[in-house]
């Protein structure tokens, strides 16, 4: 009987193990420890054997109903960890991660930081003066007379406040020439700066955008003369554009500045000899003079004994007019659309 009971052990043990579900192992329950199950069915004759074995056997076939218990019992935790281990996803910690989209400068964000190291090194610091001025700044300090075109509301923005008792009403620049009185009016000297600001002008159409960018540098020293103007729109027309790129200065006219030009660059495409985009080989850059005696009375200084130069030229310009980069829309820049800032 005892080997009996040993085998009966044995089966139900490796019976357990195997049992996949709760379902089975109920049945295997059943089929040992149920009313007729096999252990069962031995302890029922266990009256009916010899008194002086009863007492060991008894003992035996407890231990074998224990040993059964708690196997169905472990095996009950072992395959509800298995039922969990398959919902929770297996992570591999080997696996590469996700990467963030990676964004980067606009593309006028990256000319302006050009400009800069090349104005940088040859000695013009970039400086910040308001994008919200009063009218003194970008028109009375510059000479503009009361009633210049520019000083309309169809030409410039104006903001709605009180005017200054001084200054005059508040505006947007519409060029960074205010940057010029700005600077000069601290009255440090020599200068040499490079403001590089947004400017606001009522204009949008293919070629011009409400808001665009200009670079004013100004210099103002004892003795400067064109030719130092000349030597630097030559440096940064070569730096920025190619050594194969020539520039030259025109006469025009400008309030704040006497003698005044406007200055052109060969085309990127042609060289300068003359093609469908530029026809007669050169393209405008923007505006350069020399500061004019009055404005620099303005900001009392003492033409006398000082001089300067100034340029103002736009950022989304001399961008367009580099080689390789055509925007058929200027508008396009400051529209946010992903798919076309992503290609620069
Ligand atoms: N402010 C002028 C413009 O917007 C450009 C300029 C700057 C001209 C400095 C002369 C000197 O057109």
């Not at 095996?75 to 990676?102: A, F, M, S």
């Not at 610091?125 to 520019?150: C, K, T």
């Not at 200009?214 to 940064?236: C, D, M, P, R, W």
Request: charged share 30%.
């Amino acid at each position: 009987m005892e080997n009996e009971l040993i085998n009966i052990k044995n089966n139900a043990v490796s019976l357990i193990l195997d049992a996949k579900d709760p379902d089975e192992l109920e049945h295997i329950k059943l089929q040992f420890l149920g009313k007729s199950g096999q252990l069962t069915l031995v302890i029922k004759r266990l009256p009916k054997i010899n008194p002086e074995k009863r007492r060991e056997v008894g003992i035996l076939a407890n231990e074998v109903k224990e040993s059964i218990e708690s196997a169905i019992i472990e095996q009950e935790v072992r395959i509800k960890n298995q039922e969990l281990g398959k919902r929770i996803k297996k992570i591999d910690v080997t696996d590469p991660g996700i990467r963030p989209p990676l964004g980067h400068l606009h593309l006028i964000t990256q000319a302006i930081w050009e400009i800069t190291s090349i104005f940088e090194k040859i000695g013009f610091g970039r400086v910040r003066y308001p994008e919200v001025e009063w009218d003194w700044y970008p028109f009375g300090a510059l000479n503009f007379s009361e009633n210049h075109p520019a000083r309309d509301d169809w030409e410039t923005f104006f903001i709605d406040a009180p005017p200054h008792p001084k200054y005059g009403p508040m505006l947007l620049t519409p060029h960074t020439s205010n940057g010029q009185i700005r600077e000069m009016e601290k009255g440090k000297l020599p200068i040499k700066m490079l403001n590089i600001a947004r400017c606001y002008r009522r204009q949008s159409d293919v070629s011009h955008t409400p808001m665009f960018h200009q670079f004013e540098g100004l210099a103002v020293n004892t003795s400067l003369s064109i030719s130092n103007l000349k030597g630097v729109l030559e440096y940064f027309v070569k730096t920025y554009f190619g050594e194969e790129r020539k520039s030259r200065i025109r006469p025009y006219h400008f309030e704040f500045t006497e003698p005044s030009f406007e200055v052109d660059v060969t085309c990127g495409v042609c060289l300068g000899r003359g093609c469908k985009l530029c026809k007669e080989g050169w393209l405008e850059l923007g505006g350069a003079g020399m500061v004019h005696p009055q404005v620099l009375r303005n900001c009392k200084i003492d033409p006398e004994k000082h001089n300067g130069f100034a340029f103002g030229w736009g950022v989304e310009r001399v961008l367009m007019m580099k080689e390789g980069i055509e925007i058929d829309d200027l508008r396009l820049l400051y529209s946010n659309k992903l798919e076309f800032l992503e290609q620069f």
